[in-house]
């Protein structure tokens, strides 16, 4: 991507490892973890389970004043300690842009509007986004950042995540088998399962800096993120590939023609589970990336989910910046059928770059590159010109679905039924070759009857094709399908959670399905919106197509709040 720079200017965890970013540092260096036993009981599910839990009375979140859920308190807290590093940042500006990343929030809550609740409390009245992609929004978050800054319409953007942990997202990941009762043990031979974790954490990312923001550089360096990118495996909804397909081209592409011998090290997802691990060393082996040091995090927070990305990232920047490379926590003898070079007690080096990866359901996975370079270096940087004119988008199909009728191209289509049912009709008389269908959840129904319209206008296209992306958006993320999976874990007598139910909870899996059936390879996101901005769309899809190697977009808005009252109104385009 060209255009301006993306530094980082200030940052924050609170974690139960601590309260500000270097307490978390230090004490993942000491080897210490917050992960614990905790009782099922106490939240109603089946078994007790390993976590890394926040508490509520001691978490500082009783000093936000006003009408907020603790999520949004939680964000609100890490998100005032970032900017007070970076004094110079005037948060209501319409140059500063808010970004909240999460896998659910709050359950039963809207993303959107927690996240416009969160900037309006620093007085920021420009439109926030929510990226919820699964496992990987922390990444997906700051490479919208990255975007949102090269295009010159911001100048600073806030990225914050969190999720609470709760009965709902405990008992979906037991109903996977996923979760062991021990401390997790990443790329370890006698690794059984993920933990799960709480944690908040905040990024400031920024294009324009006066000369405070040099003077307080620590040790005159400063944070860059140079690449980043979003691959699909186009393979499964909630099972890696085994090839390691997207992570290996999402690394490919962050990465470049940046020599590996100058990382000091990979910051991988590692939960801890059989085929996320294996799927990782093997992405990473094809990388050519086997003999740079591996350090995972999962040991010291669980897996923290919207807020990953951020936490693991920033412990990395505070490693790299103190010479260090932090143990793997739970690490003893390697597991995966391509070694990596870990350890469990930190390792020094001499480098100034690392990656981070991460993946996730829906088969997305996403990496960024991060340098750590000399203040003075670039101090003249922040005057470089934005990328080339902002491209406007040109729209070769677009479909129109509401439960009373179908527009193709603004054509009418004949469909018998209203609601639920004419979508299903829709699927047998223009489809009907793609059984899965009926397992999907209304959501992915609707997503996946309005993008096979789009590519049946099209005609045919290439398989295994990386140039097309899939981003789409909606107000209420998956509330539909949580409602079915509430029902699932009522209580004590009405308690059979499904993982089949369960991985629907997660929003991208629609363009997780898109990609599968098509064969997509290339990115693929989730976003949410307190309420349909078009104008936020196109500027996210223009920054998507500004991206190398993106040359259209399978995108627009897909919502349904239940199996009867929905609307997509998706489009392929182009940029012009």
Not at 514 to 543: C, P, W
Request: net charge negative; aromatic share 8%; proline share 5%.
């Amino acid at each position: 991507m060209k255009g301006r720079p993306a530094y980082i200017v200030a940052d924050n965890i609170i974690s139960p490892l601590g309260t500000g970013s270097s307490e978390n540092y230090r004490r993942v260096l000491a080897g210490e973890s917050a992960l614990r036993l905790h009782s099922g009981v106490g939240i109603g599910v089946s078994e007790d389970y390993q976590a890394s839990l926040m508490d509520e009375e001691s978490d500082g979140t009783g000093m936000i004043p006003g009408d907020y859920t603790l999520f949004e308190k939680r964000l609100i807290l890490s998100v005032s300690k970032a900017l007070y590093k970076a004094g110079w940042i005037e948060p209501s500006s319409d140059k500063v842009l808010f970004i909240v990343s999460s896998t659910k929030g709050n359950i039963g809550g809207l993303l959107g509007e927690s996240a416009r609740k969160v900037a309006r409390f620093f007085g920021n009245k420009v439109s926030p986004l929510v990226v919820s992609n699964a496992c990987i929004s922390g990444l997906c978050a700051q490479i919208e950042a990255m975007r949102a800054l090269s295009s010159g319409r911001f100048d600073h953007v806030v990225v914050c995540g969190s999720d609470i942990q709760s009965k709902f997202i405990v008992s979906g990941f037991q109903s996977f088998k996923a979760l062991s009762q021990q401390p997790c043990r990443p790329f370890d031979s006698s690794r059984d399962g993920l933990n799960l974790g709480e944690a908040a954490a905040t990024m400031v990312y920024s294009s324009v800096l006066p000369d405070e923001a040099y003077a307080s550089a620590p040790g005159g360096k400063i944070w860059i993120a140079e690449r980043g990118a979003i691959r699909n495996d186009a393979n499964h909804i909630s099972g890696p590939s085994r090839t390691g397909e997207g992570s290996y081209r999402a690394l490919k592409a962050a990465l470049g023609d940046f020599p590996a011998a100058d990382l000091a090290f990979v910051n991988p997802h590692g939960t801890a589970t059989l085929y996320n691990d294996e799927m990782e060393s093997i992405a990473i082996t094809r990388a050519c990336l086997g003999s740079v040091p591996v350090a995972g995090y999962k040991g010291y927070y669980g897996h923290t989910m919207g807020a990953a990305g951020l936490i693991e990232t920033i412990i990395s920047m505070r490693a790299v910046e103190n010479h260090m490379i932090p143990g793997t926590r739970g690490f003893n003898q390697n597991g995966v059928s391509c070694p990596l070079d870990i350890s469990s007690s930190p390792r020094p080096t001499d480098k100034d770059s690392f990656v981070k990866l991460l993946s996730g359901f829906g088969g997305c996975n996403a990496a960024v590159l991060f340098t750590l370079a000399d203040a003075h270096s670039v101090a003249g940087s922040q005057s470089a010109p934005v990328a080339s004119a902002h491209p406007s988008l040109e729209y070769l199909h677009r479909v129109h679905i509401s439960p009373d009728g179908v527009e193709l191209d603004g054509e009418p289509l004949e469909a018998g039924g209203n609601g639920e049912e004419l979508l299903t009709d829709i699927y047998r008389r223009c489809i009907g070759d793609y059984p899965k269908f009926y397992k999907m959840d209304p959501l992915c129904r609707l997503g996946f009857v309005a993008s096979e319209l789009l590519t049946s206008a099209e005609g045919k296209s290439p398989e295994g094709r990386e140039d097309r992306a899939v981003i789409l958006f909606n107000r209420s993320a998956s509330l539909a399908d949580d409602r079915i999976y509430l029902d699932t874990v009522s209580g004590p007598d009405n308690y059979f959670p499904s993982p089949k139910v369960f991985v629907y909870t997660l929003p991208n899996i629609v363009t997780g399905e898109i990609a599968i059936r098509n064969k997509y390879y290339g990115e693929t996101s989730f976003h949410v919106l307190d309420e349909r901005d078009d104008e936020v769309i196109e500027n996210v899809i223009m920054q998507a197509l500004a991206e190398p190697g993106t040359e259209s977009v399978l995108g627009g808005w897909c919502e349904c709040s239940s199996p009867d009252d929905f609307e997509a109104d998706m489009f392929i385009c182009k940029a012009l």
